[in-house]
């Protein structure tokens, strides 16, 4: 039963939607991608908000803002730090902060505070439960 766990989106740290692919009908609504499971990312044809709700784990994810503005749900939990941005690290202007989650920065729109106060409400809430 704990193999099957680690495979489950509990287990997830992200979840996005991506724009399809070249070659894919145009028009399609974009791909959900799960990522953090154990053999990479899973494309699924549910949103975002759907699958979260539907597995009860939205009160563990933060949404925040890729410089593209595509949105991108990070489990809060597993934010080890924030930063601000640094010209080191040659990313779109429209970023203002550097989060890590489960490996490399994921560079965001939001500043640092407004990180803050969502992981700081997505811990008060999953306390509650």
């Not at 009160?59 to 593209?68: A, K, M, N």
């Not at 080191?88 to 505070?113: C, L, Q, Y």
């Not at 803050?116 to 439960?129: F, G, L």
Request: glycine content about 8%.
């Amino acid at each position: 039963m704990e193999s099957h766990w680690r495979s489950t989106p509990a287990r997830s740290s992200c979840f996005t939607r991506f724009p399809r692919p070249p070659g894919r009908h145009r028009g399609e609504a974009p791909i959900t991608n799960v990522i953090g499971l154990a053999g990479g990312h899973q494309e699924i044809d549910e949103t975002v908000d759907g699958l979260l709700e539907r597995l009860a784990l939205k009160p563990y994810f933060i949404p925040l803002t890729l410089p593209d503005g595509v949105t991108v749900w990070l489990k809060a939990s597993t934010v080890s730090f924030i930063r601000t941005v640094e010209p080191w690290d040659h990313t779109r202007a429209e970023a203002k902060s550097a989060v890590n989650a489960g490996g490399g920065p994921i560079f965001v729109k939001e500043n640092m505070t407004t990180i803050e106060d969502a992981i700081t409400a997505a811990r008060r809430r999953t306390r509650a439960r």
